[in-house]
């Protein structure tokens, strides 16, 4: 870890699933994106599963998500046709 320092974090998706449903899980999500944040990682939320869930992590400052909300499973040559249709995200250490 420290030769090779992270550049960013994934929260597991058993706290964003409930995170809608459990003021606990909220929380603990707060914390992870301000302690990642504090320390200059991107976070990746993963187990997005709805628009509500993906606007309550945009609005906490989630830089990534990821889920069946944006897309399910492709096979390659389908990936390569979604990921063309979808803006370039640079993370902000690139920058």
């Known amino acids: 870890m420290q030769r090779i ?4 974090l994934k ?5 964003i699933t409930s995170m809608q449903s459990s003021h606990s899980n909220k929380a603990i999500v ?10 200059g990682l991107e976070v990746v939320a993963e187990g997005v599963e709805d628009g509500q869930t993906e606007t309550a992590l945009s609005d906490m ?4 998500t990821q889920g069946y909300h944006l897309s399910r499973p492709l096979p390659a040559a389908d990936a390569t046709t ?3 249709a979808r803006p370039v995200h640079v993370p902000a250490s690139i920058h």
């Open 30 to 39: 707060q914390a992870v994106l301000q302690l990642a944040h504090a320390h």
């Open 82 to 84: 979604w990921i063309a």
């Open 61 to 64: 400052g989630c830089d990534i």
């Open 11 to 15: 929260i597991d998706r058993c706290f």
């Open 5 to 8: 320092p992270p550049h960013e």
